[in-house]
Structure formats: C-alpha cells, structure tokens
C-alpha cells in the first residue's frame, strides 16, 4: 500500500464529483446520513477557516481491453464530502448564530461575530464568499493498492476508533460550567482537575469511564441549582444536559451557588469517607447531596452522626423490597430508578420518598426555633401533594408556598407531614371560619377514611371554638 498525501481545495473535491470521478463503494460504505444540521455547521467552519478533517481517497487505476481508467473511491470522509456538494448545488442555507439559536446551538463568542453568510445558501453568497469556500483547501490522503481488501482494511481502522460521546463533547464546550464540571469530577490525564473527593472516592465508576462522572457532576448541578431557585426538578437526559450546558455558556466560576455546592460536598465526604460500604450509584449520590444540601441549610448538625445510619437502613429496605418486587422501596423508590429514571417528575417522586424515611430516622433539629416547618418538611409536602394548593386546587410555585397546620399549631397540631397542608400566602387560612372550612374540605379528602375525618373535624371544632386568643395568627 501507498499512500500520498496532499493538499487540494473544494474546488477540486467537487469538480471530481461532477465528473463521476471521485465515487462511493456502495459495498462497505454506509448512504448519506447527516442531517441538514450537521451539514450546515460543517459548511459554517469551512467559511471560518476551521479545519476539517483528513479526507481519505482510493486512487484506482485499471486497464480494460486496452483502455485505461483512473479515478478515485472515497475511503473515509464521504459525509463531509456530501455536505461540501449539496451546499454547492443550493440545497441548503447555512444557519443565523443568533436567529437560528434554538436549532444551531452556538456558543456566544460565535454570536458575536459578523457572519454574512447567515441565511443564506450558495448562489446568493457574495463573490468573495463563494472564493472562499472554492478555495478552501482540504488535506487528502491518496491511497494507492491493488489489493480491494486492504483498502476495505484501512476503512474498517479508521472507523473503528471510538467516537466521542455526548460528556466528551461537552468537555470541549467554551464556558464556565464546563470548567466547574471538570473541577470537581476530574478528567484522567489532566492533573489541574483531580476532581472533588465526593466524585474520585465515593462514586462507583467504570474502569472504562469516558465522563460518566462529569455527566452526573452535571446532572447534580442542575438538579441543585433549579430546586433551588425554583423547586423544580428538572430533566436531566443527554439532550437535557446538552440544553443546559447551551444555556449556562456564560456561567462564571465566582458564582454565588459554588460555595453551598462545595459545602454539601464536603460534609458527604466527612460522613461516608471512612465508611466500610459500597460506592454510591448515581440515583444514589443524586438523593444523598440533594437531601444534605436542604439539611445544611436550616437544620442543626445533630443529623449528621446519623445520617449513614439511616442511610445504611434505607438501603438495606430498599434491597429487601426490591428482591420481592412489593412494598414502597419498591414501587416508590426502587422500580423508579429503573424507569424514566431521568425525568425530572420521576426524581421528585423518589427524592418525596426517600426525604421522608430519612427523616423518620434522623428527626433533624431547626436552627430557627421560631420555624415551623424546615426545608426538608416543606419539600416532601410540596412534593406529595402535587405542587398544588389544598385551599384553591391550583398550582403552587415554590416561592410562593407555605404550609398550613390543618390542625392549627396554637391549639395543639403536631408539626408533621400529615398534619401539614400546602397553600398559596394568599390561600392560607386565617380566622376561625376560614380555619374551620378548611378543616372540613381536608377531612373529606379521599385519602382520608370518613371516620377520621369526623373525628378530626370534630376536634378541630373543639379546640378551634375554645381558643380565644390569637386565632387569626398566620402559622
């Protein structure tokens, strides 16, 4: 085999094309499979003076009954030159950074730039464009054989390489949240980025791991940062990741969440460090930090001693449900790590499901005493009863919650999940008759069976009617 390297420009690429002199072996090479957007943003480098890829030809000569034929087969590289033809024939028009954003996905330092040929397709791109894309020379490999079988050979070691995957293509991303991502998940090989002990030691990784830590770095920080901002769980898919890495471009690694972030880390690296037990899953490590994360934040740290204790509980539970495939670890916790498991509803569900039984064991203390219910309270709440107001059936946005104690907290109502019901401000029932009406709309709910809701509104009555003081109070 011989092999010759060269430069050529587009111009020659696609001259040989037309002139059926640069084909396609239909035997080992795949059809056209790029999508139009994949091709557009091939065409955009080329008009930024991006260099593409080696391109890789079979020079094939043959003589048949005294004539002589030479042309050449596309090894490698038929994709980019099918993008480079189609554009030159008009079949497209190359993308807007700015209009386009939604589809083209730029990052912003491309938005910034003049680009005069957005929306706009060959023929109507000015002379000095259309030079440019003519003239753009394209490294090319020439491969000279007469044994068919070892350029079949050279095609299946150029494809064997592995691609990147979605996390090592978004290491490549500009911006500041791919530079916190790579921080604290570490990358192999870069020495500058060992990565957070919660991601090196506690994690269980694969031998062959190609960023499935930074991608769950990743899912974590969003997780974090929107049920704090807004008490949403969202999705945290591949295209969802994608999204978000897209939309935080312009993250800053001074950012005000970074330090709780790292807080949360740490303490979850001090309580399980020196713990004699598996490596988190990621359905795991996504509960744990999110449910640490609320506990710092209102709570004493009398939860702390504890917390592998209760952790160690819930999974042997959760264990034991999922080997008979019944019970709530199973159908609330274990079944949905399984299912849908990215979809940001799915979490909420099992992080509802996994806060309450961690409570139930670790009875965390407020820092506040004058605080009814902590964060971790209003979350399961907010969670289990739909993000709806049980005063008015309609939506509740997190900032705009508060939780009502059905039986009133001055008479006597225990600061508990069943005792708590979620309402707007607005909603929130105050004085003695909007009380006693709400304590009947709630009695009667479906969940509750009809003899204790008559013993319920009966005490609430009871208590409410002799209270003559204060009964108008806000909890």
Same mark, same amino acid.
């Given at each position: ?16 094309k037309d002139n059926n002199m640069?084909? $396609? ?7 056209? $499979? ?36 030479? *042309? ?50 060959f023929l109507t791109l000015s ?104 008490g949403n769980f969202v999705d ?8 978000? +890495? ?8 001074? =950012? ?9 880390? =740490? ?31 209102? +709570? ?10 209760? +952790? ?9 449900? &999922?080997?008979?495939?019944?019970? =709530? ?33 670790? &009875? ?28 008015? *059936? ?17 008479? *006597? ?16 029932? &105050? ?20 003899? =204790? ?23």
């Amino acid at each position: 085999m011989e092999l010759k390297s060269e430069v050529i420009t587009v111009r020659d690429i696609l001259e040989l094309k037309d002139n059926n002199m640069l084909l $396609v072996n239909a035997e080992y090479q795949r059809g056209a $499979v790029w999508t139009d957007s994949q091709k557009k943003k091939l065409i955009d480098s080329v008009m930024r003076g991006y260099p593409l890829p080696l391109i890789y030809l079979h020079h094939k000569v043959r003589s048949v009954a005294g004539m002589r034929n030479e *042309g050449l087969e596309i090894i490698d590289g038929q994709q980019r030159i099918n993008a480079l033809h189609h554009f030159k024939e008009g079949a497209f028009k190359l993308f807007d950074p700015v209009k386009d954003d939604k589809q083209a996905r730029f990052p912003d330092f491309v938005k910034r730039k003049p680009c005069p040929w957005a929306r706009v397709d060959f023929l109507t791109l000015s002379p000095d464009l259309k030079e440019r894309f003519l003239l753009t020379p394209l490294n090319v490999v020439k491969v000279t054989t007469d044994d068919e079988d070892e350029a079949r050979d050279l095609f299946i070691r150029l494809q064997a390489g592995l691609p990147l995957n979605a996390q090592e293509k978004r290491d490549a991303w500009p911006g500041g949240f791919t530079q916190l991502i790579l921080r604290l998940a570490g990358k192999s090989g870069l020495i500058r980025v060992p990565g957070h002990e919660f991601f090196s030691q506690l994690i269980k990784t694969k031998s062959t791991d190609r960023g499935e830590v930074r991608q769950l770095c990743a899912q974590i920080c969003m997780l974090m940062f929107e049920r704090n901002a807004a008490g949403n769980f969202v999705d945290i898919g591949t295209t969802d990741v994608d999204d978000y +890495y897209y939309r935080h471009l312009d993250f800053k690694l001074d =950012d005000s969440r970074i330090p709780q972030l790292t807080r949360v880390l =740490d303490k979850a690296v001090e309580i399980f460090s020196n713990q004699m037990a598996p490596k988190f899953r990621a359905h795991e490590a996504i509960h744990i930090i999110l449910l640490i994360d609320s506990l710092l934040r209102e +709570y004493s740290d009398s939860w702390v001693p504890n917390f592998h204790l209760a +952790y160690d509980d819930f999974k042997l539970r959760a264990a034991q449900d &999922k080997k008979a495939r019944n019970g =709530d670890f199973w159908f609330e916790y274990g079944a949905l790590t399984q299912t849908q498991s990215a979809q940001g509803r799915t979490i909420q569900r099992r992080h509802a499901f996994f806060s309450e039984q961690m409570l139930s064991t670790l &009875k965390p203390k407020l820092l506040d005493s004058t605080r009814i219910y902590g964060e971790v309270e209003r979350e399961i709440l907010y969670y289990q009863q739909g993000k709806k107001c049980a005063q008015c *059936g309609q939506d509740v946005k997190w900032s705009d919650m508060e939780i009502h104690h059905v039986e009133e907290h001055h008479t *006597g109502g225990g600061t508990t999940l069943d005792n708590g019901a979620v309402v707007h401000k607005a909603c929130h029932p &105050k004085g003695v008759e909007a009380t006693l009406a709400f304590a009947r709309k709630w009695a009667t709910r479906e969940k509750k069976r009809p003899s =204790d809701g008559d013993l319920l509104l009966q005490e609430l009555e009871e208590k409410i009617l002799n209270d003559s003081e204060e009964v108008d109070e806000a909890d």
